[in-house]
């Protein structure tokens, strides 16, 4: 993660599934590997009418962890019947106990008359991808193009919008605006700081993403060959300012390959892991390039430079040109390889 992130979640401790488990799992996790990330949404609700206005909310949770997904949710039903909703008792689930959390998510689930919602699950691995592009894609980038992706999903479906509530860790009027242009027909947009435990559509869906994170989490299962019974599932709240989570980095790290895909390797707290425990690791393909001369050195400079028999010696080493009697010198993955040039034939 970004040194200049800043983390807004408080720290809750994550447990590991029991086998006296008895609360059943919500319909949005999963049963294989989180290798890609993916969206769970539900159909529309029975009582809404065609072209019905609707209200929508937006949250996440996982947005600090070093390791598990990050998870946007929506939720959302007839702007007529938002103070039916809030009646419901929703609040922002970050305030809530996992058990309260659990049984808001039952209520929602109650009434698909009422209420729809979806969610998108991303994978640490597709994070941890996205923030290591060579063209620079940071969180923030990403928690936008997913908020608007369910935004569109939504209307996709058929959810006629006309009121969005957003909670944001970033700037929220640059963002706001940023949402009115993409979204011109949507009469009423807001995104604010602890929207969550302003607007109770909000608070819902920060239910739906919170407990289907914590499930997925829970039941996390290790796409990695024969770790399932050799890796603690004791890592704490996931944040990297957790010493239990600090810890478990530490015990679960591989010198060579590093960290198992239930972590965010692009995280400074792994990066560091890495630098300071890990072995170093030199890649041929790198020392080839740092052998290479400058372009610049092959042709001679005004005022100085190479001797012309060096300057020649260089344009014969590094020409696009060969022979079988002045050969080039083969690079050196195709002398590890045993490759051959086509003038060698």
């Keep these: 993660m970004d040194p200049d992130e800043s983390l807004t979640e408080e720290i809750e401790e994550t447990q590991p599934a029991t086998e006296t488990e008895s609360s059943t799992r919500p319909p949005s996790g999963t049963n294989t590997p989180l290798l890609k990330s993916y969206t769970y949404a539900t159909p529309l609700p029975t009582g809404l009418e065609p072209d019905q206005e609707c209200i929508l909310g937006v949250d996440e949770a996982g947005r ?35 058990n309260e959390r659990d049984s808001l998510l039952d209520v929602i689930m109650s009434r698909p008359d009422l209420i729809g919602w979806s ?3 991303l994978s640490p691995m597709d994070i941890s991808n996205s923030m290591l592009r060579k063209d620079k894609y940071n969180l923030n980038a990403l928690a936008h193009d997913t908020t608007i992706q369910l935004i569109k999903e939504a209307i996709a479906s058929g959810v006629n919008l006309r009121e969005v509530y957003v909670d944001t860790v970033g700037p929220p009027e640059s963002y706001q605006k940023k949402l009115e242009r993409i979204f011109p027909t949507i009469t009423k947009i807001v995104v604010a700081k602890k929207a969550d435990s302003k607007y109770p559509i909000v608070s819902a869906a920060s239910i739906c993403a919170k407990v289907t994170r914590d499930d ?11 770790v399932k019974d050799t890796i603690s599932r004791q890592f ?103 490759l051959r040039s086509a003038v060698d034939f």
């Excluded at 959302?76 to 305030?95: H, I, N, R, V, W």
């Excluded at 997925?216 to 024969?226: Q, Y």
């Excluded at 810890?247 to 198992?260: A, E, Q, R, V």
């Design 216 to 226: 997925v989490l829970r039941h996390w299962i290790f796409a990695e060959t024969g």
């Design 236 to 338: 704490g709240s996931g944040y990297p300012s957790d010493p239990k989570t600090v810890s478990w980095l530490k015990s679960n790290m591989d010198p060579i390959f590093g960290y198992p895909n239930i972590v965010r390797f692009s995280w400074q707290t792994c990066k560091t892991l890495l630098e300071t425990s890990g072995k170093p690791v030199r890649w041929p393909d790198d020392e080839e390039a740092n052998a290479q001369p400058r372009i610049s050195a092959l042709f001679n400079q005004s005022g100085g430079g190479s001797s012309a028999a060096t300057l020649a010696q260089q344009r014969q080493q590094y020409s696009t040109f060969a022979s079988k009697k002045d050969p080039r010198p083969q690079p050196l993955f195709m002398q590890e390889m045993a």
């Design 119 to 121: 969610v998108r699950v």
């Design 64 to 98: 600090g962890p070093v390791l598990g997904p990050m998870v946007y949710g929506i939720c959302y039903c007839p702007l007529s019947k938002q103070d039916e909703l809030a009646d419901l008792g929703f609040a922002d689930s970050k305030t809530l106990k996992e």
